[in-house]
């Protein structure tokens, strides 16, 4: 389908009320698979980290890991919902090579925690998304489609599988329709994933990390004509691995579907791929044909009955939510509302935190992290953690630069040199020489070397005019590569031509 | 028949403990009479000679060095195919298993091992436990041992016609619908069916995970209860597993054995007393077993079960419903047959091409039906609806041990039947366990013990106990033997 004459998206909410809704993946950090003892870490050689249960083998059976259970209901909890005090798991039976079963073990009409909510904040005014259900289910392995264009299933001459992810332990919230925030919507969507994701990263359970898959989002999105009641058809996009995509996705699919339904055409119920280059989606499978999963108890399983004392326990030890956290954050760190919208709308709230912790004033930490770090960031459309400088990196940065060995150009170039990671910010310092030249001395030479160089220039500043300095002051800077310390030059100048400054 | 094959699991391990014989002379002489008699009999798919050997062998070494034996240590046996043994193939009678060798043992099979029992080798079925005659193998028919052209029984034929034909003196079989109790019966020995949870699962190769369950099949019912006591309590492994200790069936077989039932109360199931639907001549055995249940001092009493009428077609929509989803991982992808991976296929058709030529004709019938009844729309009226069948059941046997301690009822309506002599019609096929199915959809406990012959051939009677209460069954069955008799085929 041709996407070229889209509306613009002002016209497209004065036209259309966009409903969405958003069903979010989450890896748990369980020492152990879920229904087997097998480790969980990320990044092991292919099936390295398997066993007859997590392979499917015939005969194998499950066993229900309970760390993993206890992280559903905290999730649960957080969330508001209420923990069911029974409840089953089912088998969804489908074919694909990446599920050793071909059938995956989740939760159907019996999910371990339903009807909660999760406020979040959307320029400065709170939002209420309501939570349908959260329940655990076991992830799949891994295809790696070879041999075709796409990487996809479709034109590959080979698949390989890695068993090494399935059997993790995945929780899927999913939320109510989100109807009414109109032109808010992508947003919303952001905002609410972002929510999530500090929530579920406060309980300790996730390392809810977007850029390796353990946090995964699908985003349902429909649009409803001004003044119609019935909803539109939704359509499911997938393949949205950052914050940044939830919102283009839900924009893109948006606009997509305004422009299908401007010129007569019909929305399907279908999947659909999120290209995080071209920032738009394409058709995946049809919904209309789907599998019928034929859901049934899993009956290698006892049902769950998690105990009523147990729950209460679990909820009496919650951590406070991030954003009581943030708020407190806030009033520490002396912020404007505004201020502190900006530092949550770049995803650095944390980063902040532990850039402080490190050793850095609020000013400083803030300054790097929503300075040129976000702008890196958006330059390369990555998540602030992905760019490969850490807190405890700033902290030692801005340590250089408020002892004086740094100033501010050189931090930057400190810095790039730290993302690249050529090492921690002194190591990069030192291997490069870019240290400020504070050897006086040497500085005095280039001074005078600048002064002989511009006698009248030197001659208004001896007359007072000291505002002249400042073509010295470059002049040296030139001379020193930039690594002197500027006002220091300046005061050199003056105490050598016997100014005042 | 040597004499040490014929002889009973007790007194094997009793010669051995005594050094009257070793375990490598025992296993040697079973492996002797493999040799001599499977090629008629085809219990086996797979003989072990070194690996059970080697056992025998550590038993020996283990007894000159005056470590404790287990009570069953140096006495061989036979395992169905159905559960896995490590590095040891099993193919749970299909082709789409040819060639695997599990890298892991089933919970039942380690214990075997811990217990000091040489293993055999695997025994014949029908296709992943789907049939009543073992004609469903995909390897071909086992013979009984009364009869070379009539059928063992089954899925678990091959278990039950080694033990028959003195090819080993114990066996492993799996019971979901009767595949240990109904070949008992036709081959005239023992099979036990434990309390579902009783034995664990892990290792056993699904075919309806909330009924199947592993159990005994031996020539006596001592010797049942030995093995059962072998292979059950709890396992971590098995979520279904139950955490209580094994009910004392030993004890129980012994103290049957006495041949004194005074006080004990046995319900006639009324639905299963009519005898409609049962052969003349297996009806006469069993109620001649009856009055001798009565002479041994045994209430009988007639107790209705109204829902078990039901039984049958419930099981045939919730058994199904399971193994459909339970066989969907044999697809080619990770071990077993795959078939058309010729580069010009795509890994659908292969994966589709491998179940067509992998699947026998009954396997893919039931993976049809059960696709059928859990599909959407069609869930309520059939899974959904024979789940309540099945409480209506166990509230049945439930009430019914409020009036009796056991129910009895002959173990299945007909003799052993000629080969081919149904299997062109499903449903006659499926007759052979009506007298079985319901204590699987309850998950209690019954066992199989020979009470007579009709037209020269074994007839059974079933016993069938409260969950957990397998040492009653026991019990009986063995006050039943005292009574009776075992049989003894003819010479092959």
Not at chain 2, 55 to 73: F, K, M
């Amino acid at each position: 389908m041709s996407t070229t004459a889209l509306p613009t998206y002002e016209d497209v909410v004065a036209r259309y009320e966009p409903v969405i809704g958003l069903e979010t993946h989450v890896e748990l950090g369980t020492n152990t698979k879920m229904f087997c003892g097998c480790p969980t870490g990320f990044g092991a050689e292919p099936n390295t980290q398997v066993c007859p249960v997590c392979l499917g083998l015939p005969g194998s059976l499950p066993v229900a890991n309970k760390a993993a259970i206890e992280a559903t209901i905290r999730i649960g909890l957080a969330l508001n919902c209420s923990i069911a005090d029974w409840c089953r798991f089912a088998r969804k039976n489908y074919f694909y090579p990446d599920m050793p079963k071909n059938y995956q073990i989740s939760q159907y009409d019996e999910p371990l925690c339903v009807d909660g909510w999760l406020d979040v904040e959307v320029d400065g005014e709170l939002v209420r998304i309501g939570i349908e259900r959260v329940h655990l289910e076991e992830d799949t392995g891994k295809t790696l489609h070879v041999g075709g264009a796409t990487g996809r299933i479709h034109g590959a001459t080979e698949s390989l599988v890695d068993y090494n992810r399935a059997g993790i332990p995945l929780v899927e919230i999913v939320t109510k329709p989100i109807p009414g925030t109109g032109d808010r919507a992508p947003q919303v969507a952001r905002a609410y994933v972002t929510e999530l994701r500090d929530v579920i990263r406060s309980l300790g359970v996730s390392d809810v990390r977007m850029e390796q898959g353990s946090l995964r989002c699908d985003v349902n999105t429909s649009l409803t004509p001004v003044g119609q009641t019935e909803w539109g058809t939704r359509t499911e996009t997938k393949n949205v691995n950052s914050l940044r995509s939830v919102e283009r996705a839900v924009r893109a699919e948006m606009l997509r579907q305004a422009s299908v339904l401007d010129t007569g055409g019909r929305i399907v119920q279908e999947t659909r791929h999120f290209h995080e280059d071209s920032g738009d989606t394409t058709s995946g499978r049809s919904k209309e044909t789907a599998t019928d999963y034929r859901y049934f108890p899993e009956p290698d399983l006892v049902p769950l009955a998690p105990d009523a004392a147990w729950v209460a326990e679990l909820k009496a030890a919650l951590p406070e939510l991030p954003r009581v956290h943030r708020k407190r954050l806030q009033e520490q760190w002396g912020l404007t509302d505004h201020d502190m919208q900006s530092v949550v709308n770049a995803g650095a709230v944390e980063l902040i935190e532990q850039t402080i912790v490190a050793g850095t004033t609020p000013a400083g930490a803030r300054k790097w992290w929503l300075g040129e770090l976000a702008r890196r960031a958006n330059e390369s459309g990555a998540e602030l953690t992905a760019l490969g400088v850490t807190p405890a990196h700033v902290a030692e940065l801005q340590g250089l630069v408020d002892s004086g060995k740094l100033n501010d150009k050189l931090a930057r170039t400190v810095l790039e040199a730290v993302a690249a990671g050529e090492g921690t910010p002194t190591e990069v310092m030192t291997a490069k020489g870019l240290g400020v030249v504070s050897d006086t001395g040497a500085l005095t030479a280039a001074v005078d070397e600048a002064i002989a160089a511009n006698p009248d220039i030197a001659a208004k500043v001896r007359d007072g005019k000291v505002a002249a300095a400042g073509a010295l002051v470059g002049a040296v800077m030139k001379t020193t590569k930039g690594q002197a310390d500027a006002r220091t030059v300046r005061e050199l100048i003056l105490s050598r031509l016997g100014a005042q400054g | 028949m040597s004499e040490l094959t014929g002889m009973t699991a007790a007194q094997l391990a009793g010669l051995i403990a005594a050094g009257d014989t070793s375990a490598v002379e025992v296993t040697r002489a079973h492996l002797d009479r493999i040799a001599g008699v499977d090629e008629r009999v085809h219990a086996y798919l797979h003989v072990d000679a070194d690996g059970a050997l080697a056992a025998a062998q550590a038993v020996d070494t283990a007894r000159a060095a005056g470590q404790p034996l287990g009570p069953l240590a140096g006495v061989p046996i036979a395992v169905k195919d159905v559960v896995t043994t490590k590095g040891v193939p099993t193919t749970a009678g299909s082709k789409i298993l040819d060639g695997w060798r599990p890298p892991y043992d089933a919970t039942i099979v380690a214990r075997l091992r811990a217990a000091g029992m040489p293993i055999l080798g695997k025994t014949n079925m029908d296709e992943f436990a789907m049939g009543s005659s073992t004609e469903y193998s995909a390897y071909g028919p086992t013979y009984n041992p009364w009869d070379l052209t009539r059928i063992p029984g089954g899925s678990g034929g091959g278990s039950a016609a080694a033990v028959a034909g003195y090819e080993a003196p114990l066996a492993i079989g799996t019971d979901t619908g009767g595949s240990i109790r109904q070949p008992g019966a036709v081959t005239g020995t023992v099979g036990a069916k434990p309390t579902y949870g009783g034995t664990s699962r892990y290792g056993l190769i699904a075919f309806s995970s909330s009924l199947d369950t592993p159990g005994p099949c031996a020539r006596t019912v001592l010797d049942a209860a030995m093995l059962h006591e072998a292979i059950a309590g709890h396992d971590p492994r098995d979520s279904t597993s139950i955490p209580a200790a094994v009910p004392p069936v030993v004890e129980a077989a012994r103290a049957g054995a006495s041949g004194d039932l005074t006080g004990v109360r046995l319900g006639l199931v009324t639905q299963f007393a009519t005898g409609e639907g049962v052969e003349p001549g297996v009806l006469a055995a069993f109620r001649d077993a009856v009055d001798a249940l009565t002479k041994l001092g045994a209430e009988v009493v007639e107790v209705s079960c109204p829902h078990f009428d039901y039984a049958l077609p419930a099981y045939y929509l919730i058994a199904p419903s399971e193994c459909s989803s339970n066989l969907a991982r044999y697809d080619g992808v990770r071990y077993g047959l795959r078939s058309g991976d010729d580069g010009n296929r795509s890994l659908e058709e292969v994966m589709s091409l491998t179940r067509d030529q992998g699947f026998g004709p009954e396997v893919k019938r039931r993976i049809m039906l059960g696709t059928y009844a859990l599909s959407s729309g069609y869930y309520d009226a059939y899974y959904g609806q024979a789940q309540k069948v099945r409480t209506l059941i166990t509230r049945d046997f439930t009430a019914a041990f409020e009036q009796v301690d056991v129910l009895i009822s002959p173990t299945t309506p007909f003799v052993a039947f000629p080969l081919g002599a149904r299997t062109a019609d499903p449903y006659q096929m499926y007759l052979a366990d009506l007298f079985t199915i319901p204590t699987n959809l309850y998950g209690g406990p019954a066992i199989s013990v020979p009470c007579g012959l009709a037209d020269g051939l074994p007839v059974g009677l079933q016993v069938m106990a409260p969950t957990m209460a397998d040492d009653r069954m026991y019990r009986v069955a063995a006050a039943l033997e005292s009574a009776v008799g075992t049989l003894t085929p003819p010479e092959l």
